[in-house]
């Protein structure tokens, strides 16, 4: 049996980029009946930015409502607030201490934001210390990531082994898991979909919301009739991540054609998106509106996952000597 773990940041309602990068795969390891899978609402690491405790709580409710509409099986596995296990504090403090001071300012979740170091905080410094905690406490053989965190993978795992080097083994030093077919979902403006540059796709937004965000895609300005290409369109490409291979064929068609504008593309691309998750749609506007039975739903999976952290942060306790 292999421990499956991932965490998602609560910093928004999770996007198609969430969603397709992260959610999606995830789910679907978890569905192995010979995994466990641990996925949780990283919680901590959005105080980073997020200092509005109403904004973060009510980011935290899309997040779970988003997991559990995307066919997560909450009961059988573990679904937690990554605040609620506190034993994770404690581990980031003594991984701390194993952490040289350069891997985290070359790290480049520091690097890209250090332009202004008056304007951020430590947290974001030792953003990768925490992370690694998280995935070592739970003794977790797999981390399914974003490519944008194989980075802290490699951190993570040179931590764990330098524990062992000084303790004996300790930590399960765990791999990272990185969907190769799809890496980095394309925005409306086609830089990498994030909450940051303001180009998402939501697909658990109001009707009106998302047709607003697919109608901003960026295009160039060829004409009704011109043929265009369709490997350099942003519609396409984000089309291509969720259609069926003869779906996106047909689209390819009809841009090498020509006769086919941006505007139909755009409609196209509505249509399908509101088709294909539909019933998501409906089972996230009903979670979303049934907060304590989301908030029940997170207690119990805490309440699991507290007895394995607390298991591991003894292990470690009892090395240090503490
Ligand atoms: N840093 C991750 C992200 O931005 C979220 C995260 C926090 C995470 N802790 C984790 C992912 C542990 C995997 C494992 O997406």
């Known amino acids: 049996m292999a421990r499956i773990l991932t965490g998602i940041q609560s910093s928004g309602k999770p996007h198609l980029g969430n969603i397709l990068g992260a959610i999606k795969p995830s789910v679907q390891l978890s569905k192995d009946s010979d995994n466990q899978s641990l996925f949780f609402i990283a919680d901590l690491h959005s105080l980073i930015n997020i200092k509005d405790s109403k904004v973060r709580n009510e980011n935290t409710l899309a997040v779970a409502a ?20 506190t034993e994770v504090c ?13 891997m985290l300012s070359n790290s480049h979740s520091f690097k890209d934001k250090s332009d202004n170091l008056s ?13 690694a905690a998280d995935i070592l406490l739970y003794d977790s053989d ?43 979902i394309p925005g409306t403006d086609g830089r990498k ?14 009707e009106k919301l998302l047709k607003k965000q697919i109608m901003t895609i960026v295009t160039d ?24 291979e003869s779906e996106t064929e047909k689209m390819r068609k009809k841009y090498i ?9 755009k409609t196209h691309l509505l249509n399908y998106i509101l088709e294909l998750y539909k019933d998501e749609r ?41």
């Open 66 to 85: 988003s997991w559990i509409a995307m066919g997560f099986d909450y009961d059988k596995n573990y679904f937690y607030r990554q605040s609620k296990i």
């Open 90 to 102: 404690e581990l980031a403090w003594y991984l701390n201490c194993f952490t040289p001071y350069p």
């Open 119 to 131: 304007e951020i905080n430590s947290g974001l410094f030792t953003y990768p210390v925490l992370m």
């Open 142 to 184: 797999i981390v399914p990531v974003g490519k944008d965190q194989k980075q802290h993978l490699e951190i993570t795992r040179d931590i764990a082994k330098s524990f062992n080097h000084n303790y004996g083994d300790t930590f399960i030093v765990p791999e990272s898991k990185i969907d190769k077919n799809v890496q980095t």
């Open 193 to 206: 979909m994030s909450k940051t540059y303001d180009n998402t796709i939501d697909i658990f937004a109001d």
């Open 221 to 244: 300005s060829k004409g009704l009739e011109d043929k265009k290409n369709p490997d350099s369109c942003n519609i396409f490409n984000i089309f291509k991540l969720i259609a069926s």
């Open 257 to 265: 054609e020509g006769g086919y504008g941006y505007g139909h593309a």
């Open 282 to 322: 409906k089972l996230f506007s009903e979670l979303i509106k049934n907060q304590d039975h989301l908030y029940s739903i997170l207690e119990k999976g805490e309440k699991k996952a507290k007895i394995i952290a607390r298991k591991v942060l003894d292990r470690v306790r009892s090395k240090l000597g503490y």
